[in-house]
């Protein structure tokens, strides 16, 4: 079983900075990782995803903003993110699959989660 770790979240101003980790127990050179959101009453969806080689995915909504990047001998996911917004204000999860060739931003493609890290950006 992988367990996915959180850390990093907190509250900010608008137009500030966090920068998101997630820690794998497993190795994640080879599988799918991904950053996902949820607001109370509405469904959790994609941030971004990063596959073992190929092209990033982004939200359109954090495109520009928002950089996941991974550092895999530590197994560890990041999401950089830069000119937060208050409806960025979300839980963050981190997720963790077994890449068939595509990354997508797809909630219930991935298999593993964290448990969350709450970002809340006031205005």
């Known amino acids: 079983q992988v367990q996915l770790v959180e850390s990093g979240g907190g509250s900010v101003q608008a137009g500030g900075s966090l920068t998101l980790s997630c820690a794998s127990s497993?190795?994640?050179?080879?599988?799918?990782m991904g950053w996902f959101r949820q607001v109370p009453g509405k469904k959790r969806e994609g941030v971004a995803a990063i596959p073992p080689n190929g092209a990033i995915r982004y939200a359109s909504s954090v495109k520009g903003r928002f950089s996941i990047f991974k550092e895999n001998p530590e197994n560890t996911l990041y999401l950089q993110m830069n000119s937060l917004q208050p409806e960025d204000t979300a839980v963050y999860y981190c997720?963790?699959?077994?890449?068939?060739?595509?990354?997508?931003?797809?909630?219930?493609?991935?298999?593993?989660w964290g448990q969350g890290t709450q970002v809340t950006v006031g205005s």
């Open positions: 497993a190795p994640i050179t080879w599988y799918c």
């Open positions: 997720a963790q699959k077994r890449s068939n060739g595509i990354c997508d931003t797809t909630p219930d493609d991935y298999t593993y």
